[in-house]
């Protein structure tokens, strides 16, 4: 594996941080808290291996133009400037939704969880769409 194997590997992390978030939302709402806690560490985690990855990567290689033109370019754009903006929320919302699930505090943990869960949600699929957008064949769009 190269440096340039990690955007892949970050797509696939923030894919599987979604399908995590999905499920540990159907467990929570079966009432399968054990289940639906290690679902939610377990998608804690890999957004962690993604953001270290991430880092890794832009560290390395710096920062990756857009080159592609027509009606993608702004829809890329978009999708970047949202998916940036929110993904700097996430981190800190993700740490104090754990913190009070993992300390028993559910009343607030729910309360924050409510906001949360989507836009950690958006930030894992928008993931995956700036990658396909930036990394992969035009032919695709």
């Known amino acids: 594996m190269t440096v340039h194997d990690l955007p892949a590997v970050n797509a696939s992390l923030n894919a599987l941080s979604g399908i995590l978030l999905v499920t540990g939302y159907v467990l929570i709402r079966a009432r399968r808290i054990q289940q639906h806690r290690a679902c939610m560490i377990a998608a804690f985690a890999a957004s ?10 832009h560290v390395q290689v710096g920062s990756v133009r857009f080159t592609r033109q027509g009606f993608v370019r702004p ?47 958006y930030v894992s699929v928008t993931g995956v769409l700036v990658y396909v957008l930036l990394y992969q064949p035009t032919w695709l769009l």
């Open 48 to 57: 962690s291996l993604f953001l270290i990855s991430y880092v890794v990567y």
């Open 75 to 121: 829809l890329y754009y978009t999708i970047l400037i949202t998916h940036v903006t929110l993904a700097a929320t996430v981190l800190p919302l993700a740490i104090i939704t754990l913190s009070r699930g993992l300390k028993a505090r559910f009343p607030e943990h729910r309360r924050i969880a409510r906001w949360t869960l989507p836009v950690w949600m």
